[in-house]
């Protein structure tokens, strides 16, 4: 099965709040999310365990997430979503720690929020390579094909879809 990157950068979705109805807050353990940071930090420049361990909420359903303008980036399968303007992860049910893909999602996000911390982008697309990248290498290292649509990503970060008024 191709898994193809579903990278979204709803720069046109005005005023939407997160379309996640009742997203439940999601306990994963410190020690696993101290492990993801600590992994982001030595194949980045980003001081990711800086931040501190960010709230994470659970999306019930695996509905179309919409956003807040560039506020949010919406990631491969709608599977996570990070909510620059509140700091908030969300992930999407069915989600599991002991699920390497599942745990790399929170990884990409993590991600996310470390890029954001350290500098502006152009648009919320623009940070997708360097975080499908290193999810890429993250899950290569556990013997898993990640299957990211490259071509989509990178046209998406061009960030075409901020010539709007
Ligand atoms: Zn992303």
């Known amino acids: 099965m191709i898994r193809a990157a579903a990278s ?15 997203p439940l ?9 101290a492990e993801l940071t ?3 930090e030595r194949h980045s420049d ?4 800086a931040l501190g361990p960010p709230p994470i909420f ?21 599977r996570a979503a990070y909510d620059l303007r509140n700091d908030r992860i ?17 990884l990409h996000e993590l991600i996310h929020r470390a890029q954001f911390a350290a500098r502006d982008w152009p648009c919320a697309a623009a940070t ?14 556990r013997g898993i094909e990640a299957g990211f649509n490259w071509f989509r990503i990178e046209i998406e970060a061009r960030c075409l879809s901020d010539h709007h008024p």
Do not use: M
């Open 58 to 78: 659970l999306c019930q359903t695996g509905e179309v997430i919409a956003y807040e303008g560039h506020d949010v980036v919406v990631d491969s399968e709608l």
């Open 90 to 106: 969300f992930l999407v049910l069915p989600w599991s720690a002991s699920d390497p893909r599942n745990l790399s999602s929170l």
């Open 46 to 49: 980003y001081a990711a365990s």
């Open 128 to 141: 997708e390579p360097e975080a499908y990248r290193l999810q890429e290498q993250w899950l290569a290292e």
């Open 38 to 40: 600590r992994w982001i």
């Open 25 to 33: 807050p999601l306990e994963v353990a410190p020690e696993q999310i």
């Open 8 to 22: 979204l950068c709803l720069a046109i979705a005005p005023n939407l709040a997160p379309g996640c109805p009742a």
